[in-house]
């Protein structure tokens, strides 16, 4: 059964970091491009980064290039986005997505909600 499960979200404060979490089962993990994507409440939803099989190429959004990381773990079958110099704006749902184009097959996590607010 492939799973999906993010977690990390939270109440943080403007200007503070969070580390959000997504760990996969029931795939080969490591052939898989991983994202995350967020969607505001009333927004459609945006993409935030990725980061390619084996974590050699990472791509972002422009509203967060320099302010986010992603990384992959492939042995623990998890990737991770790291947020700083978070604002208000980026009060959202967190959503990972595994893709794998050779497949044909694109699985998604539950989401997990980041609250940016003093």
């Known amino acids: 059964q492939v799973q999906l499960v993010e977690s990390g979200g939270g109440l943080v404060q403007p200007g503070g970091s969070l580390r959000l979490s997504c760990a996969a089962s029931g795939f080969s993990f490591n052939t898989y491009l991983m994202k995350w994507f967020r969607q505001a409440p009333g927004k459609e939803r945006e993409f935030v980064a990725d980061i390619t099989s084996r974590g050699q190429s990472t791509t972002y959004g422009a509203s967060v290039k320099g302010r986010f990381t992603i990384t992959r773990d492939n042995a623990k079958n998890t990737v991770y986005l790291q947020m700083s110099s978070l604002e208000p704006w980026d009060t959202a749902v967190y959503y990972c997505?595994?893709?794998?184009?050779?497949?044909?097959?694109?699985?998604w996590g539950q989401g997990t909600l980041v609250t940016v607010a003093s």
């Open positions: 997505n595994a893709v794998n184009l050779n497949h044909g097959t694109n699985y």
